[in-house]
Nanobody, 125 residues
Framework: QVQLVESGGGSVQAGGSLRLSCAAS????????MGWFRQGPGKAREGVAG????????YYDASVKGRFTISQDNAKNTLYLQMNNLKREDTAMYYC??????????????????WGQGTQVTISS
C-alpha cells in the first residue's frame, strides 16, 4: 500500500507559478513510476509529467514542456511539480500517482495503481 497526499494547489493569475508537492508513504520501494495527472471539468484525466524513479528520467506532455518541471526528493519521499508561466488551460484538479510496473506508457492512467486525493489549480486571466 502507498499513500499519497498532494498539496500546493491554489488560484493564481496567468503567467504565475505554483509548486505542487506529493508526499508518499508506505511501500514506496515497489514504485517504478511517479506521475502528475490533471483532470479539467468534463475532460478525461491526462498525464502531465512522469518520472522513472530508477534513473530519474523525466517525461512531459507537449502542452507543458518547457513550463513544468517534475522532480523527486528521495530522502523526503516527495514528488514535486514546478509550474511556471501558467495558462488558463492549466486549470484542473491535479493528482499524483505511483506505478509498480516497469514497462508502461507513463501518460496512461492505467499504468498507475495508487493515487492521491488531488489538489485544485485555478488560473485566472
Amino acid at each position: 500500500q502507498v499513500q499519497l497526499v498532494e498539496s500546493g494547489g491554489g488560484s493564481v493569475q496567468a503567467g504565475g507559478s505554483l509548486r505542487l508537492s506529493c508526499a508518499a508513504s508506505g511501500d514506496t520501494y515497489s514504485t517504478y513510476w511517479m506521475g502528475w495527472f490533471r483532470q479539467g471539468p468534463g475532460k478525461a484525466r491526462e498525464g502531465v509529467a512522469g518520472i522513472y524513479t530508477e534513473d530519474g528520467r523525466t517525461y512531459y506532455d507537449a502542452s507543458v514542456k518547457g513550463r513544468f518541471t517534475i522532480s523527486q526528493d528521495n530522502a523526503k519521499n516527495t514528488l514535486y511539480l514546478q509550474m511556471n508561466n501558467l495558462k488558463r488551460e492549466d486549470t484542473a484538479m491535479y493528482y499524483c500517482a505511483t506505478g509498480a510496473l516497469r514497462w508502461v506508457v507513463w501518460s496512461n492512467p492505467s499504468s498507475y495503481n495508487y493515487w492521491g486525493q488531488g489538489t485544485q489549480v485555478t488560473i485566472s486571466s
